[in-house]
């Protein structure tokens, strides 16, 4: 397996400009989290889907942000419109349901770093 | 409800030196507990894990860590530090049931000296 696929690598964009940050998690895995890295905060969860639904959008920063998993090979974290302060590294994690060994195991992609200036 | 510090966002030892990196949790059920390293320019990834049994937990690279639960304690340890051992190292704790979310520590940046 190739692991969690993200792209891109790295976005620079200015402020108002819409970004698309996109993941492809393990195939089979049934649950897929967005989480947020940056000096000040750490490592922040945004939201998470269990089966391509979302079960917990509170870590999303406010209304600019958006998350979407139209199937169990794909998701889309969206910032519309960007600003500085949404500069960070972003990463997309996935693991296996509840019925699997490994369960609790996060597998994480190499991240997207947005530069918003 | 769960929590997990990490003492010292930033340690430094020298080449060849013991590492130990320190990590105390909070859970309100029994704990699965993890250790993620992250290496520059790259995503988390799986150094060890605590499920249930053995407390003393070893890992890649010659890491191992000991759960102590009346210490809520699970640090990590590596008894001779490599250049290549340099990364950010991330304690996390969760419940047993694959609903329950990991929680991460703040992280800590490990530094090799030569």
């Known amino acids: 397996d190739a692991g969690v696929i993200q792209s891109p690598r790295h976005e620079v964009t200015e402020m108002g400009q819409e970004v698309t940050l996109r993941c492809k998690p393990i195939s089979g895995h049934d649950y897929l989290f967005w989480y947020r890295q940056t000096m000040m905060r750490g490592l922040e969860l945004l939201i998470y889907?269990?089966?391509?639904?979302?079960?917990?959008d509170s870590g999303m920063p406010e209304d600019r942000f958006s998350a979407k998993m139209p199937n169990a090979s794909f998701s889309t974290l969206k910032i519309q419109p960007s600003e500085p302060r949404d500069s960070a590294v972003y990463f997309c994690?996935?693991?296996?349901?509840?019925?699997?060994?490994?369960?609790?195991?996060?597998?994480f992609g190499a991240g997207s770093r947005l530069t918003v200036l | 409800a769960q929590s997990v510090t990490q003492l010292g966002s930033h340690v430094s030892v020298s080449e060849g030196a013991l590492v130990l990196l320190r990590c105390n949790y909070s859970s309100s059920v029994p704990p699965y507990l993890f250790w993620y390293v992250q290496y520059p320019n790259q995503g988390l990834q799986l150094l060890l894990k605590y499920t249930t049994g053995a407390t003393l937990v070893k890992g890649i690279n010659g890491f191992e860590a000991e759960f102590k639960k009346s210490e809520t304690s699970f640090h990590l340890t590596k008894p001779s530090a490599h250049m290549s051992d340099a990364a950010e190292y991330f304690c996390?704790?969760?419940?047993?049931?694959?609903?329950?979310?990991?929680?991460f520590g703040g992280g800590t940046r490990l530094m090799v000296k030569p």
């Open positions: 889907f269990n089966n391509n639904v979302p079960i917990d």
């Open positions: 994690a996935s693991r296996p349901g509840q019925a699997i060994s490994g369960a609790n195991v996060l597998t």
């Open positions: 996390a704790v969760s419940g047993f049931n694959a609903g329950n979310m990991l929680t």
